[in-house]
């Protein structure tokens, strides 16, 4: 989805969105037309991985259930690319959750970015599914089994064989839990090389290690804002106001750095 602004545009927004979810649902969605209101153009853009599963123009499953770390990172640079060809070569990105891990690295990698805006954005690495799981999500109590299980499954070619999880995301492939066991991106080595400012929200009904805002100001190369929302789980369900009115706030205030 492309938004524009009335008017000439300030500057633009790249939204990632979250796992298994979508351009429109959650933050990409609420997001969006209230930084289009501020002056800025926004691409809010499905992943490879967007939902769980899904046909396209074939009978062959795809979705978040196959995702990999380095297709999603190549599916921003593809919406990078589609944004420069515009005329918006230096972008604000704004990323949730997974979709927040992954701007963090867009934006470590792609210095022009003029501004970072990270939603309860995990700590990814080798530590991300462990503290997940121990978290009631993903393979809960069953990580060494489940992740035994998809590694021989891997290894006997069997990588696309789908695999129940018994906590969220339910479902996934034999290939993509191990990618996520294996070359899921670190938070927190993404922060010294990132430059430009960084508002980072986390809602206070989320662990602190899982989404570790204050580690990350710790390390971030750039200024780092940190904001705890109030009554707030992990979508931000009836806090989205609370979370535009944070955003549309902050931006003002580096408005010289966001602009193109």
Not at 26 to 29: H, Q
Not at 52 to 76: H, P
């Given at each position: 989805?492309?938004?524009?602004?009335?008017?000439?545009?300030?500057?633009?927004?790249?939204?990632?969105?979250?796992?298994?979810?979508?351009?429109?649902q959650?933050?990409?969605?609420f997001?969006?037309?209230?930084?289009?209101?501020?002056?800025?153009?926004?691409?809010?853009?499905?992943?490879?991985?967007?939902?769980?599963?899904?046909?396209?123009?074939?009978?062959?499953?795809?979705?978040?259930?196959?995702?990999?770390?380095?297709?999603?990172?190549?599916?921003?640079?593809?919406?990078?690319?589609?944004?420069?060809?515009?005329?918006?070569?230096?972008?604000?990105?704004?990323?949730?959750?997974?979709?927040?891990?992954?701007?963090?690295?867009?934006?470590?990698?792609?210095s022009?970015?003029?501004?970072?805006?990270?939603?309860?954005?995990?700590?990814?690495?080798?530590?991300?599914?462990p503290?997940?799981s121990?978290?009631?999500?993903?393979?809960?109590?069953?990580?060494?089994?489940?992740?035994?299980?998809?590694?021989?499954?891997?290894?006997?070619?069997?990588?696309?064989?789908?695999?129940?999880?018994?906590?969220?995301w339910?479902?996934?492939?034999?290939?993509?839990?191990?990618?996520?066991?294996?070359?899921?991106?670190?938070?927190?080595?993404?922060?010294?090389?990132?430059?430009?400012?960084?508002?980072?929200?986390?809602?206070?009904?989320?662990?602190?290690?899982?989404?570790?805002?204050?580690?990350?100001?710790?390390?971030?190369?750039?200024?780092?804002?940190?904001?705890?929302?109030?009554?707030?789980?992990?979508?931000?369900?009836?806090?989205e106001?609370?979370?535009?009115?944070?955003?549309?706030?902050?931006?003002?205030?580096?408005?010289?750095?966001?602009?193109?």
């Open positions: 989805m492309w938004y524009e602004p009335e008017g000439d545009a300030v500057g633009a927004a790249l939204l990632f969105h979250g796992n298994t979810m979508n351009f429109y959650g933050a990409p969605r997001l969006a037309p209230a930084l289009a209101g501020l002056g800025f153009a926004c691409l809010a853009f499905n992943r490879r991985g967007h939902d769980i599963l899904a046909i396209r123009d074939s009978r062959a499953a795809v979705g978040a259930a196959f995702q990999t770390y380095a297709e999603a990172m190549e599916d921003n640079r593809i919406a990078a690319r589609w944004l420069a060809a515009r005329g918006f070569a230096e972008p604000i990105v704004i990323g949730h959750s997974n979709g927040g891990l992954l701007a963090a690295h867009h934006a470590a990698a792609h022009r970015t003029r501004a970072l805006v990270l939603l309860s954005a995990h700590c990814g690495g080798t530590s991300m599914v503290l997940a121990a978290a009631g999500l993903l393979a809960q109590d069953r990580l060494e089994e489940l992740a035994l299980s998809a590694r021989r499954a891997v290894a006997e070619g069997r990588g696309k064989e789908l695999m129940l999880l018994p906590g969220w339910y479902v996934t492939s034999a290939a993509s839990f191990v990618d996520s066991l294996e070359n899921c991106p670190d938070l927190l080595e993404a922060a010294p090389r990132i430059r430009c400012p960084i508002l980072f929200l986390r809602g206070d009904r989320e662990s602190a290690e899982l989404y570790p805002a204050e580690a990350f100001a710790e390390h971030a190369g750039g200024a780092c804002t940190v904001r705890i929302v109030h009554d707030c789980d992990h979508f931000y369900r009836g806090r106001a609370a979370v535009v009115d944070i955003v549309s706030a902050w931006l003002p205030t580096i408005r010289d750095e966001a602009i193109r």
